[in-house]
């Protein structure tokens, strides 16, 4: 089955610098990839998500680059705000069989 | 936009007691519904895939006798966790995904804390 790792598992930036995760996964035949920003105790809240047939996509503040020669996806956000703390998993769903299988999370630290 | 509602949003129980969690698609119709576990700092665990009218897919070392799924319509999903024990303690988040090959969204539910004490 599809499997998705994800780094760093946690990510400090001072208050307006950029943040990037990284996420990888192994099936070659997925092709929709979604990022999820998680508050503690809250529902999984979509932010962004991007199709095999886009290499980029961008949403203000908020970017995510697929390569799938090397089958890696990853999320760019920049200037950073306190209020983007938070866990982000990054998900691919592997083709035909339609689940999301999900990286393991990155929690965000924003300091001022 | 597509809304999930999910209950209850939190609940105690006994140990040996079950709890049911119920799933709802409030304005579109859910072919597939997806179960997940989250436990604390950690990712989201597919439990089982449901799809209307049939029987559940669970995922590996998943026991369907436990944790029994019922998609008995179009919107609505229901995880039944019976003879809870203080392991099965964790964060339970249903998705549920339009009909339709080239539908790509996923709709979460907000969650339920199962407490087994």
């Known amino acids: 089955g599809e499997n998705v790792e994800q780094h760093p598992s946690t990510l400090s930036v001072q208050e ?8 990888t996964y192994s099936d070659s035949a997925s092709n929709y990839f979604p990022w999820y920003k998680q508050e503690l105790g809250k529902r999984p809240q979509l932010i962004i ?15 995510v680059t697929l390569n799938k020669t090397a089958k890696h996806f990853s999320l760019h956000i920049t200037e950073t705000q306190p209020e983007d703390s938070a866990v982000y998993f990054c998900a691919a769903r592997a083709g035909a069989a339609s689940k999301l299988t999900f ?3 990155t929690r965000l630290q924003v300091t001022l | 936009g597509a809304v999930v509602s999910q209950h209850p949003s939190w609940v105690i129980c006994k140990s040996g007691t079950s709890v049911k969690i119920e799933c709802r698609s ?5 072919t597939t519904m997806f179960w997940y576990r989250q436990f604390p700092k950690q990712s989201l665990m597919l439990m089982a895939t449901s799809n209307e009218g049939s029987k559940a897919t669970y995922e590996q070392g998943v026991e369907k006798d436990k944790f029994l799924i019922n998609h008995a319509s179009l919107t609505l999903s229901t995880l039944t966790v019976t003879s809870a024990h203080p392991e099965d303690s964790s964060f339970y988040i249903c998705s549920a995904r339009p009909g339709g090959a080239q539908n790509y969204g996923y709709t979460f539910g907000s969650g339920t804390r199962l407490t087994v004490v």
């Open chain 1, 103 to 105: 990286g393991t999370g």
């Open chain 1, 49 to 63: 998500d991007i199709r095999s047939n886009v290499g980029e996509k961008k949403d203000q503040r908020i970017a």
């Open chain 2, 26 to 30: 409030l304005d579109f119709q859910a």
């Open chain 1, 16 to 23: 307006g610098d950029s943040a990037v995760i990284k996420c």
